[in-house]
Structure formats: C-alpha cells, structure tokens
C-alpha cells in the first residue's frame, strides 16, 4: 500500500519542478528550436514552391516557343509561297512584254518594208517612165527623119498598143 | 556506438549494482539476519531521506540531503545525516525544542510517552505517530533536480546551435536531439491535434517526453547519482497525468463536453447509459496514464533486483552467471521499455488533449 499512496512532498516538488521545467524550457529551448525548424520547413516548402513555379514558366515558356516557332514556319511558308508566285508573275511578265515587242518589232519591220518596197516601186516606175520617154524621144527623133517610115511606126505603135 | 556504450553501461551497472546488493544486508545492524528479498527491493524502488551510495565495512557512505518539515511550529530544515542512517525510529533529532524519528523514510514527531521507544503503534499495527508536512529533498526529488538541470543543459545547448548554422541546420548536439524533437512533432504532436493547434501544445509535450525519458534512463544507471525510481513512483506519474488532465479539461470545447454528456446519433435511452460511461472515462483516462507509467518502470526494476537476488535467495555464487545474463537481457529491453513508456505516455496525452479540442463535423 506504501507503494501506491502518493507523497506530498513528492508531488509538491514534481509540480514545482515540472513548472520551472516547463518555463525555462519553453522560453531557451523550445521555442528557438521550434522557431529554426520552422523557419526551416517554411524555407524548404518555398523553395519548392519557387522550383514548381519555375518549372511551370518553363513550361509555358516551352511553349511559347514552340508557338513561335510554328508562326515563324507559317511566315516562311508564306513568304516563300509568294515569293513563288511573283516569280512566275515575273516571268510570264517578261514573256508577255517580249512576246509584245517582238510582234511591235515584226510589225514596224514589215510596214518598214512595205514602205520601202512602195518607195522602190515608185523609184521603179519613175525611172521605167524616163527610160521610156528617152527611148521613144530617141525613136521619135530618128523616125521622123523619114515621113514614110514616121507613118509607118505610128501605125505600127498604133497598132500594137491597144487603147483601153 | 550505441550497441558498445549500452555494453559498458550495463557492466557498470552490474558491477556496481552487485556491490551494493552484498554490501547492503551488512548495513543493518542485525548481521545475523535472513537476507529479505522483498524489503530490500522494496528499499530500492521507494524514495529515502539520503542517497545510499555504498557500504564500506558495514559502514553506510551516503550523500545526506536537506530535510524540511512544515511543523506545528513553522518550517524546520536540517540535514539528513543527522539521523546517522537510521530508519526504525532510533535516533532522536532535537531542533528547537520539536523531536523527529525517521521510520521506515517517513519522518514522525518523536513519542515521548513509551520510555526509550519512540515510535506507538495503534491496534491495526500502523504507526500512530503524528507526522509534520514532509517537503524533504529526497533522493529522489534530489534526482528530479539533477534530470532538470541536465535537460537545462542539453536543450539550451541544442538551441544555441541553431544560431551557430546558417540555414538553421542542426549542427552538433542538435543533430543528435533534433530528430527526438521532430518525432514528437511529426509522430506526435502532428497526427493526434491537429495542424492548426499543435504549436499550442508543443512545449508541454516536447518537456513531457524528455522529462520521463531521461528521469526513466537515470533511474536504470545503477550507481549515484542517478538510480532513484522516480518515474516508477506513484507521485511523479500522478502529477504528470494530473497535468494532463488539467489541461484537457481546461481547454475542452463544446463538442468534446456534448459527447460526454449527451453524445449525438444515438438514441436517447442509449445516451444516458453512455453518459456516465464516458463521464468516468474522464478521469479513468488520466488515471490509466498514471498507472501505466508507474507500473512499467518500477515492474522493471523489480524484475532486474529479483534477477540479481537469486543469487543470495539460492546463496550460492554458481547460479552468478545465469542470474547475470537475464539481468542483462531483461536491462536491454528496459533501455527500450522506457523510451516507449515515455513515448505512450507523451502520446496517449496528446491524444487525450487533441481528443478534447476536436472539432467535430455535423
């Protein structure tokens, strides 16, 4: 029975201990040590925290680019693709013009030509009526030496050029 | 490391422990007497007025500690070798007029009336002396101060560390005593309150543990100062559970008084048949702490002085060897057996206290 009747001294001192315990530790123990474990465990979960974010504006930034990257790959195919298309324009362009200038050249040539072949014929006549006019001003001259033979021509040339 | 200094501790402890034993029954003035194995671990687990350090040719060395008596005539102090290691209410101490006997470690105003005797006995053979309040410092309030002032030492050191670290990493001692502090927080304090109040309750249990814990290791070294069984006596474990107690009926909330009183869901024939149930569970809980705590340590203690007494029960030196090597086994689960009673009593009243600031959700 001696075993399991409390003391009071005993309890006195173990509330009074325990008490005294409890403030020093509290106040030089627990709550620095609490205090820099805390501060620690929140210095880690920011840190992580710090790291998730990180990691999702890789993320994003990831995808920006690949964002980009396909805009760029749409201009360029773009670009190209008109690029493409004034070539062709450029070149048919350039067909067209030629083709234009050859016909004007062929054109002016052929007119030059008609021209000059006119002009020639004209020059041609000009100089089939002289040579003509000589020739009957010689034939003239000559035959009318004789009246006969004057007559006689005449009649012929008559006869020969028909009066139409 | 640990496995070697568990090594050295437990030769110590036998050595010495052993000294003790053979040196004891010679301290009693009766040489002729049968070796007692009940009184002399009975002796062992109970508190005393000085700390019996060993005996030296019959003669008692021991440590005297300070005697205050709350008298008739106002507070009396004086040392405890005054008795001259006296315990059958012998020796007469004469302070200022007021006599005191020490028998059987409890101080009694000295009995004039018989002669030479000083000590009455009523009819049912209990002493009949009249007692003064007794606010001795005992062995083992003397061991209580001692465990104080090492956890003083350990956890103001293990603070002063943290300043020394850059990032508030353990550095020396903390890497030793932090993992201790951050089981209580996430084994503990965590799961059984609750995120949003365990920082209320951190300091109470965080010195909770390590006041049992290091007052149940003192009490398994064998040799001064440590030894005394505080944690195994009765007072100790009631004052701890009647903190707890306190506290949990302090800071109870509505809930946890509706679910003793009139617990919700059930019918009413069933709620008045649970409230007195639940209403003893109210000191039935504190009370099985108190118990827990005292039974386990001084069952060990019990166990080890019962091991080594075989040796003088069987008087003979050839049973040494067995009788030693269950000592020693049954020393090796106590080291393990006082750090979990530490931990359950800890638990059971973070538990207790969680339990009663429960919000509960309907």
């Given at each position: 029975?001696?075993?399991?009747?409390?003391?009071?001294g005993?309890?006195?001192?173990?509330?009074v201990?325990?008490?005294i315990?409890?403030?020093?530790?509290?106040k030089?123990?627990?709550?620095?040590?609490?205090?820099?474990?805390?501060?620690?465990?929140?210095?880690?979960?920011?840190?992580?925290?710090?790291?998730e974010?990180?990691?999702?504006?890789?993320?994003?930034?990831?995808s920006?680019?690949?964002?980009?990257?396909?805009e760029?790959k749409l201009?360029?195919?773009?670009?190209?693709k008109?690029?493409?298309e004034?070539k062709?324009?450029?070149i048919?362009d350039?067909?067209?013009?030629?083709?234009?200038?050859?016909?004007?050249?062929?054109?002016?040539?052929?007119?030059?030509?008609e021209?000059?072949?006119?002009?020639?014929?004209k020059?041609?006549?000009h100089?089939?009526?002289?040579?003509?006019?000589?020739?009957?001003?010689?034939?003239?001259?000559?035959?009318?030496?004789?009246?006969?033979?004057?007559l006689?021509?005449?009649?012929?040339?008559l006869d020969?050029?028909k009066?139409? | 490391m640990?496995?070697?200094?568990?090594?050295?501790?437990t030769?110590?402890?036998?050595?010495?422990?052993s000294?003790?034993?053979f040196?004891?029954?010679?301290?009693?003035?009766d040489?002729?007497?049968?070796f007692?194995?009940?009184?002399m671990?009975?002796?062992?687990?109970?508190?005393?007025?000085?700390?019996?350090?060993?005996?030296i040719?019959?003669h008692?060395?021991?440590?005297?500690?300070?005697?205050i008596?709350?008298?008739d005539n106002?507070?009396?102090?004086?040392?405890s070798?005054?008795?001259?290691?006296d315990?059958?209410?012998k020796?007469?101490?004469d302070?200022?007029g007021?006599?005191?006997?020490?028998y059987?470690?409890?101080?009694?105003?000295?009995?004039?009336a018989?002669?030479?005797?000083?000590?009455?006995?009523?009819?049912t053979?209990?002493?009949?002396?009249?007692?003064?309040?007794?606010l001795?410092?005992?062995?083992?309030v003397?061991?209580?101060?001692?465990?104080?002032l090492?956890?003083v030492?350990?956890?103001?050191?293990?603070?002063?560390?943290?300043s020394?670290?850059?990032?508030?990493?353990?550095?020396?001692?903390?890497?030793?005593?932090?993992?201790?502090?951050l089981?209580?927080k996430?084994?503990?304090?965590?799961?059984m309150i609750?995120?949003?109040?365990?920082?209320r309750?951190m300091?109470?249990?965080l010195?909770?543990?390590?006041?049992?814990w290091?007052?149940n290791?003192m009490?398994?070294?064998?040799?001064?100062?440590?030894s005394?069984?505080?944690?195994?006596?009765?007072?100790?474990?009631?004052v701890?559970?009647?903190?707890?107690?306190?506290?949990?009926?302090?800071?109870?909330?509505?809930?946890?008084?509706?679910?003793?009183f009139?617990?919700?869901?059930?019918?009413?024939?069933?709620?008045?048949f649970?409230?007195?149930?639940?209403?003893?569970?109210?000191?039935?809980k504190?009370i099985?702490l108190?118990?827990?705590l005292?039974?386990n340590?001084?069952?060990?203690h019990?166990?080890?002085l019962?091991?080594?007494s075989?040796?003088?029960?069987?008087?003979?030196?050839?049973?040494?060897?067995?009788?030693?090597?269950?000592?020693?086994?049954?020393s090796?689960i106590?080291?393990?057996?006082?750090?979990?009673?530490?931990?359950?009593f800890?638990?059971?009243?973070?538990?207790?206290?969680?339990?009663?600031?429960?919000?509960?959700?309907?």
């Amino acid at each position: 029975m001696d075993l399991v009747t409390p003391d009071i001294g005993l309890i006195f001192w173990t509330t009074v201990s325990f008490g005294i315990l409890y403030f020093i530790l509290a106040k030089f123990a627990w709550k620095p040590i609490l205090g820099a474990v805390n501060e620690r465990e929140q210095s880690i979960k920011d840190a992580l925290s710090a790291a998730e974010k990180a990691k999702d504006e890789m993320e994003n930034l990831k995808s920006d680019n690949e964002k980009i990257l396909n805009e760029a790959k749409l201009q360029r195919e773009l670009l190209l693709k008109e690029a493409r298309e004034i070539k062709s324009k450029i070149i048919s362009d350039a067909e067209n013009e030629a083709t234009e200038k050859a016909n004007k050249l062929i054109e002016s040539a052929k007119t030059a030509i008609e021209n000059e072949k006119s002009a020639a014929m004209k020059e041609l006549k000009h100089t089939v009526v002289d040579l003509s006019l000589n020739i009957a001003e010689k034939l003239l001259s000559k035959e009318l030496e004789n009246k006969e033979k004057q007559l006689e021509n005449i009649q012929e040339i008559l006869d020969k050029t028909k009066l139409n | 490391m640990l496995l070697r200094f568990s090594g050295i501790f437990t030769l110590i402890f036998f050595t010495l422990f052993s000294a003790n034993i053979f040196a004891n029954p010679a301290g009693n003035s009766d040489d002729n007497k049968e070796f007692d194995v009940n009184e002399m671990i009975m002796h062992h687990i109970k508190d005393a007025h000085e700390f019996h350090i060993m005996d030296i040719d019959g003669h008692a060395v021991s440590f005297p500690l300070p005697i205050i008596l709350w008298t008739d005539n106002g507070l009396v102090t004086f040392l405890s070798s005054k008795f001259n290691h006296d315990d059958s209410g012998k020796v007469v101490v004469d302070i200022n007029g007021q006599f005191f006997v020490k028998y059987h470690e409890k101080i009694f105003y000295a009995d004039n009336a018989n002669g030479d005797k000083y000590i009455s006995y009523d009819e049912t053979g209990n002493v009949a002396n009249k007692k003064p309040l007794d606010l001795s410092i005992t062995k083992m309030v003397f061991s209580m101060f001692l465990s104080m002032l090492l956890l003083v030492l350990i956890f103001v050191a293990t603070a002063k560390t943290y300043s020394k670290s850059r990032k508030g990493e353990p550095t020396g001692l903390g890497k030793f005593t932090e993992p201790l502090i951050l089981f209580i927080k996430d084994e503990v304090a965590l799961p059984m309150i609750g995120e949003k109040h365990y920082q209320r309750y951190m300091p109470f249990l965080l010195t909770l543990f390590f006041f049992i814990w290091i007052n149940n290791v003192m009490g398994l070294i064998p040799f001064f100062p440590f030894s005394a069984n505080l944690s195994g006596n009765i007072a100790f474990t009631f004052v701890l559970a009647a903190i707890t107690f306190i506290i949990t009926t302090v800071v109870a909330n509505k809930d946890y008084w509706k679910h003793i009183f009139w617990m919700p869901g059930i019918p009413v024939p069933m709620k008045l048949f649970l409230a007195p149930i639940e209403f003893l569970g109210i000191f039935i809980k504190p009370i099985s702490l108190m118990i827990r705590l005292f039974a386990n340590i001084s069952a060990g203690h019990i166990i080890i002085l019962s091991l080594i007494s075989l040796i003088f029960i069987f008087k003979s030196i050839w049973l040494a060897p067995a009788s030693l090597f269950f000592s020693v086994f049954i020393s090796l689960i106590e080291v393990l057996v006082v750090a979990i009673q530490a931990y359950i009593f800890t638990m059971l009243s973070a538990l207790y206290i969680g339990s009663a600031i429960e919000e509960h959700e309907h």
